[in-house]
């Protein structure tokens, strides 16, 4: 007791020694501090977003205190993004700690006129900010504009087309009105108006509304169009180009990019790496408005050049035969700029990389030798998973992957998801370029747990698959072999006795897919199909035999301004061939179930499968989907559907195409994520069987077809 009170008596004593000494060092840490700034008056998630904006535009000037001129500078970029967001008469008052704990407060306008004292100093700036009104464009008229219907120009002011414009859309200011001139005027010259002007008049402002008025006039001219192709110089290097698919063309700078590269790449191919293309034109006088135009290439060829020796940099885990077999350029031959930059593609498709170039020493000589320099990348990335659908409801998971194992860009994934109801986990190791150059293989081992609408689904097992392009098809495909248990347990289908069984299936599977769409997570244009084969057989190593196909595609395409039309068809049917016991030896996890967000939107996920006659679930083993749909824009986020779904189906092959069918309509609500739509739909059935749902309500990410 008597040593601890000691002790005690001794840190106070040593603390009072210390603490006058510390004070000055602790006082300094505290001033080093970054002053501190806060933005008030535009809602806690836009003053939140201004902050760090301001604190990262200031940089170094904001230290441990503001000066003047880094405070008028965080009011002049803050009074910026208002008057851009069509806040034309902000005020900001701007509250100011000095240094020595005094409050100042300084008004500031939009007029900037207002300055401060060259001698203040702030530890703390709080911008208090009155937007006051918001200025929109209400109107906009065109004169003189021919080439551009005046709906899309407009859209050139007021954002794309949609039933509901927002305030956002709308915004005047004066950079916005003039960006949205210099956009219409380069929009009529890609259509060869090469003099096209465009301006404003009559502005009118209303202080009273924020309503703004405006005239724009357009002087299109004469449309230019490209009547010949020329060329001068190298003629004995051009005898096999042709340039003729360049004429009858609107003449735009574009085009005489394109004819430039065209003649660059023609010489590349042949050892002239230093080739120069210098264009000009000739426009002969309009008639009946339209410019004839000549255009001349005249190309310098330069000296041919060829390879000498290809070297790397860089590699440090990576094999150098890994980046060796991808550059195929031989010492003596021609040096072709646009083989060695294929070659530094395919080096980047490895997913090694995080950077690949190419140069040539020395920069000049008939002999160059190519230096690929790469960097190489993360060896292990870990990515959080979480989702919602309405039958699997919240789910989330993680996913592993690493890089360039034993330096050959060989890659591992690890995935686990766990939602409401299934677990799953797939490990899958993939080899590039395994046979090819274009053929990646990959091997997966996988477990799936799910609970269906009548039974419980597990299955696992391990697949071998090659991946490559099918270039006359514009398609990929995927060949693999699977082994895999298939079993099912708390089965409520109507044919229970039947498919409680446990199987194991080995199979060869083809999948092919060309995918033509603008935006595979929100398509507005283009096309998409795809075919699946899946073939079991005892002679595989299996215990069944059936050969399940799908097939089908979606089609999209704008109808007007900010609509769009969707269509999606597919088809699926099993047979079992070769199989001695027909359907009771064909596996419940392999029938089609179908309902859900993605299927027939009257039915939650499984729940649109026929139904026996003491209506319980029987899985179809043929079925035909035909999905339509709707969607209006209301905002640029958010759009209004109206859909209409078909389904016909057959529990046996004999009723083929099908044998019953069910009809769905309904409407929805979509918000555009990073990650796809996330969907709000009800569908309602429109002549629903004993024991289906008169409709259903679903939610889910993603487009559905």
Not at 65 to 86: C, H, N, P, R, Y
Not at 163 to 189: C, D, F, K, M, T
Not at 243 to 269: C, G, M, V
Request: proline content about 5%; hydrophobic content about 40%; overall charge neutral.
């Amino acid at each position: 007791m008597r040593n601890s009170r000691l002790w005690r008596v001794l840190c106070v004593a040593l603390c009072a020694g210390l603490l006058p000494g510390l004070a000055p060092i602790l006082a300094a840490e505290r001033s080093q501090e970054p002053a501190k700034i806060e933005v008030n008056g535009l809602g806690w998630l836009r003053n939140r977003e201004q902050r760090r904006a301001l604190e990262r535009l200031l940089g170094a000037e904001r230290g441990a205190t503001l000066d003047a001129g880094a405070i008028e500078d965080a009011e002049f970029l803050l009074m910026s993004a208002l008057v851009e967001q069509g806040f034309l008469h902000p005020e900001i008052q701007a509250r100011i700690t000095t240094p020595e704990g005094r409050a100042e407060t300084h008004p500031f306008d939009a007029t900037l006129q207002s300055s401060l004292p060259r001698s203040v100093r702030a530890t703390e700036l709080n911008l208090d900010v009155k937007r006051g009104r918001r200025y929109r464009f209400d109107e906009v008229r065109f004169q003189g504009l021919h080439a551009v219907p005046d709906e899309a120009a407009r859209e050139f002011f007021l954002g794309e087309r949609v039933l509901i414009r927002g305030g956002a859309a709308q915004v005047y200011s004066p950079a916005r009105l003039r960006r949205s001139v210099e956009g219409l005027q380069n929009e009529l010259r890609r259509l060869g108006y090469a003099d096209a002007t465009v301006r404003t008049d009559d502005l009118r402002i209303d202080d009273q509304t924020g309503d703004v008025d405006v005239t724009v006039i357009v002087d299109e001219g004469a449309r230019w169009e490209v009547r010949d192709v020329q060329t001068a110089g190298a003629a004995d290097e051009l005898t096999t180009l042709s340039l003729e698919r360049f004429e009858q063309h609107p003449w735009t700078h574009y085009l005489e990019q394109d004819i430039a590269e065209a003649i660059r790449n023609h010489f590349y191919q042949r050892g002239y790496p230093d080739v120069r293309v210098q264009m000009r034109r000739d426009a002969r006088p309009a008639a009946e408005g339209v410019k004839p135009v000549t255009v001349i290439a005249t190309i310098a060829p330069g000296a041919r050049v060829t390879i000498g020796h290809v070297r790397f940099e860089g590699l440090q885990k990576t094999v150098p035969a890994v980046v060796e077999r991808r550059v195929r350029a031989t010492p003596g031959e021609p040096l072709n700029p646009l083989a060695l930059d294929q070659a530094r593609f395919r080096l980047g498709r490895l997913g090694v990389f995080d950077r690949v170039d190419v140069r040539y020493e020395p920069s000049e000589g008939p002999v160059r030798d190519p230096v690929f320099r790469v960097q190489e990348g993360r060896e292990l990335e870990a990515s959080l998973l979480l989702g919602y659908g309405s039958y699997e409801q919240l789910r989330g998971g993680i996913e592993l992957r690493q890089f360039n194992l034993f330096g050959r860009a060989h890659q591992s994934r690890l995935l686990l998801v766990q939602s409401m109801k299934s677990s799953r986990g797939e490990y899958s190791y993939t080899v590039p370029e395994l046979f090819g150059e274009s053929l990646d293989g990959t091997g997966r081992v996988f477990g799936l747990q799910r609970q269906e609408t009548s039974f419980l689904r597990q299955e696992y097992g391990a697949n071998f698959s090659v991946a490559a392009p099918v270039r006359w098809l514009g398609a990929n495909a995927t060949l693999g072999y699977t082994f895999q248990s298939l079993r099912n347990q708390d089965n409520n289908l109507a044919t229970r006795t039947a498919d409680e069984q446990q199987v194991t299936a080995a199979s060869v599977e083809l999948n092919l897919v060309r995918d033509r769409r603008d935006n595979p997570l929100r398509p507005r244009r283009g096309y998409r199909w795809f075919v699946q084969t899946e073939t079991a057989s005892h002679y595989l190593g299996g215990t069944v035999d059936y050969q399940r196909l799908e097939f089908g595609g979606s089609w999209h395409r704008p109808w007007g301004r900010g609509r769009w039309v969707h269509l999606g068809l597919n088809h699926g049917a099993i047979t079992t061939f070769g199989s001695q016991n027909n359907d009771s030896d064909l596996p419940v996890n392999k029938r089609f179930f179908p309902g859900g967000d993605n299927s027939i939107r009257g039915f939650r996920e499984g729940e649109a499968a026929p139904r026996g006659a003491d209506g319980r679930f029987i899985g179809a083993k043929t079925y035909l989907l035909l999905n339509a749909e709707i969607e209006q824009a209301l905002t640029a986020k958010w759009s209004l559907v109206v859909f209409g779904d078909a389904l016909g189906m057959a529990v046996r092959l004999a009723d083929y195409p099908f044998a019953e069918q069910l009809f769905a309509v309904g409407v929805g609500v979509r918000y555009q994520t990073l990650i796809g739509p996330l969907r709000m739909e009800y569908g309602r059935n429109l002549d629903p069987r004993p024991r289906d749902p008169g409709g259903t309500l679903l939610f889910s990410v993603g487009f559905p077809f």
